[in-house]
């Protein structure tokens, strides 16, 4: 290896890997990717950061990067060159309004494929005993890996009820979300190359982890759909996934093919993101300033798409909400009637105009409350 690498610890297999890689390959950075066996985890991850959770990247200069939005947002600082971050305002917001949406709510729906249906489960425990044990020599480790598979894979079946995707009517509604998302977004992909006009931008780094990761990869119905009826869809995730091929010459538009998607998703998410913002409302001006968050702001009852859904909301869920609000108001007058025109016909209208009675700010990869 060169010491000029970055270093990506993350897998193929996992959704918020896929944003990373592709940020790292749009802009055309040498980077490795260590994968994330249990050694990995232990002698690197852990280590650096203080938790298991990837993709982490390991800088050249020695900085640990950790959270998808925080290592792309780090890598544009780092290597403005072949831009991913729109400079106008309006596109801006759209971009971060679009990641969120895929890291936090897509995540719902999308994850029935990998964990309801009982053969993608079976093949979803070897995948994870395959990766976690992937390249370690020393035969403990690999039975350490081999059984952590099942751990990590029980452990992840086990919060599927907490979302509601143990109710028959949840699961239905999952696979109809994650359908027409697909579907929409082929729409979308067949009249624009990218999803804010003629390049890549975070708006395809952040839909990128909604389609790698598990649908195009893991063997369920959404992959062979795309294969078989979305090939603009394919053409479009193939190529984010070797990005460093493409060009970043043109402009950067909405066109009337993104307001179905948008819309869509709106109907589907954007109720269960005011709910998160309310029970953020409720706890974390209780909290004290200057400390750590709460990691959970209690359980709401809300709504995915039109079904009854009591999940937990989660406090980091609410950091990403406030990402978006701050990308709302950095918006200039002159294009704020026509983004609210826009947000109103997609449903996030509310979302956006909310104003947080908190602050949350990350530190050292913790969250904590800001003084107002
Ligand atoms: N907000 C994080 C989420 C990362 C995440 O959940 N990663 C998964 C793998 S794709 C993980 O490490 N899960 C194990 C865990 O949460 O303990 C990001 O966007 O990077």
């Not at 759209?94 to 729906?109: Q, S, V």
């Not at 093949?123 to 081999?146: C, S, Y």
């Not at 869920?317 to 609210?340: C, F, G, H, M, S």
Request: proline letters at 6%; hydrophobic letters at 40%.
């Amino acid at each position: 290896m060169t010491t000029q690498d970055y270093e990506l610890a993350g897998v193929q297999h996992s959704y918020y890997s896929a944003k990373v890689r592709a940020c790292l390959q749009y802009k055309r950075l040498p980077y490795q990717e260590i994968g994330a066996n249990i050694e990995t985890l232990l002698n690197r991850v852990i280590p650096a950061t203080g938790s298991q959770q990837f993709p982490v990247v390991f800088c050249p200069d020695g900085t640990v990067l950790k959270d998808g939005c925080d290592i792309v947002e780090a890598l544009e600082a780092r290597h403005p060159e072949r831009p991913i971050m729109p400079e106008n305002h309006q596109l801006k917001f759209i971009a971060t309004l679009i990641e969120t949406l895929a890291d936090e709510f897509f995540a719902i729906p999308m994850i029935y494929y990998r964990w309801i249906p009982e053969d993608t489960k079976q093949w979803g425990i070897g995948m994870f005993q395959t990766l976690l044990g992937k390249g370690v020599e020393n035969p403990d480790m690999a039975a350490l890996a081999h059984q952590m598979g099942e751990t990590v894979s029980t452990e992840i079946r086990s919060r599927l009820p907490k979302v509601g995707l143990d109710r028959k009517e949840i699961q239905d509604k999952a696979q109809v979300i994650t359908k027409e998302v697909c579907k929409l977004l082929d729409e979308h992909l067949a009249k624009t190359p990218f999803m804010l006009g003629d390049h890549p931008t975070l708006a395809d780094l952040g839909m990128m982890n909604a389609m790698w990761g598990h649908l195009y990869l893991d063997p369920c119905e959404p992959s062979m759909l795309i294969r078989n009826n979305y090939l603009h869809l394919n053409n479009w995730i193939t190529n984010m996934h070797s990005s460093a091929g493409i060009s970043n010459q043109g402009e950067l538009y909405i066109t009337d093919s993104l307001i179905p998607l948008l819309r869509y998703m709106g109907e589907a998410f954007a109720t269960m993101m005011n709910d998160i913002l309310a029970a953020a409302d409720q706890t974390l001006p209780e909290a004290e300033a200057g400390a750590e968050a709460p990691a959970g702001l209690g359980r709401i009852d809300t709504v995915l798409q039109d079904t009854e859904l009591s999940r937990p909301a989660t406090t980091y869920t609410a950091w990403r909400l406030q990402r978006v609000i701050e990308a709302y108001q950095n918006i200039p007058e002159q294009q704020q009637t026509a983004t609210d025109n826009l947000l109103t016909d997609i449903g996030f209208l509310s979302v956006c105009q909310h104003t947080p009675t908190w602050r949350l700010q990350k530190d050292n990869f913790k969250l904590f409350v800001a003084s107002r």
